[in-house]
């Protein structure tokens, strides 16, 4: 007897009613880009029943996806409304990069596993997300050759925000990123650039995330 192939779509839909949307998600686009990214192409094949799952899953080389709800909470405090050009920090499977590239023009993605970076590009292509750029490196040096970045997101816990990353920031632009002296847990903050000079920050709360590993973040 053949399994039973999962409904996906009507996961999805019910994943943004429940999951973001009863939790506090209020932007009607990033609503609309979750409920369009089909988070079960960015997964392994295995784990394709558990997509929509509250929760964050494997991806290999000991990296995992986000859980829906801290995707969009990141990608709602971008403030995003479609011109922008933003730069994604720890590619992973390529999901969140898939969202943000739903809500802005053009993103930038960087992930420091090369196996990874691949794989991401393979994800992204055959979801037709072709305004994704994704190459391998450390993400606490940012992409300078194609700075500055309306919005930045970070998917991995750094000990310090890096400065290279509120340096490529446009001014008015946005930084999302878990910040804390431990690996295990962080402060999700996200750093708004007023001036040259001026910086601003504003705090969402406890979050856990892997490592941000790099020149700019841990050893």
Same mark, same amino acid.
């Given at each position: 007897m053949n399994e039973r192939v999962p409904d996906f779509n009507n996961l999805r839909a019910?994943?943004?009613?429940?999951?973001?949307?009863?939790?506090?998600?209020?932007?009607?686009?990033?609503?609309?880009?979750?409920d369009r990214v089909p988070r079960e192409r960015f997964i392994p094949e295995h784990l394709a029943g558990e997509a929509?799952? %509250?929760?964050? !899953?494997?991806?290999g080389w000991g990296?995992?996806?986000?859980?829906?709800?801290?995707? @969009?909470?990141?990608?709602?405090a971008l403030q995003l409304e479609g011109r922008?050009?933003?730069?994604?920090?720890?590619?992973?499977s390529g999901y969140a990069a898939a969202v943000l590239a739903s809500l802005a023009l053009e993103v930038f993605s960087i992930e420091r596993i090369p196996e990874l970076a691949e794989q991401a590009r393979r994800n992204l292509e055959r979801a037709g997300f072709s305004q994704v750029h994704v190459r391998?490196? %450390?993400?606490? !040096?940012?992409?300078?050759?194609?700075?500055?970045?309306?919005?930045?997101?970070?998917? @991995?816990g750094a000990p310090a925000v890096p400065e290279t990353l509120k340096q490529?920031?446009?001014?008015?632009?946005?930084?999302?990123?878990?910040?804390?002296?431990?690996?295990s847990v962080q402060r999700l903050v996200c750093i708004t650039r007023r001036t040259d000079a001026d910086?601003?920050?504003?705090?969402?709360?406890?979050?856990?995330f892997v490592p941000l590993l790099g020149e700019q973040g841990w050893s």
């Open positions: 019910d994943m943004v009613r429940y999951q973001l949307a009863g939790r506090g998600i209020f932007d009607s686009r990033v609503l609309e880009a979750m929509y799952e %509250d929760y964050p !899953l494997p991806i990296q995992t996806i986000s859980q829906p709800y801290i995707v @969009a909470l990141m990608a709602q922008e050009r933003v730069l994604d920090i720890g590619t992973g391998c490196g %450390d993400g606490t !040096l940012g992409w300078p050759e194609a700075a500055p970045f309306d919005g930045i997101c970070v998917a @991995a490529q920031l446009a001014v008015g632009g946005r930084l999302i990123i878990p910040v804390g002296s431990e690996h910086f601003e920050r504003e705090d969402f709360g406890d979050v856990r």
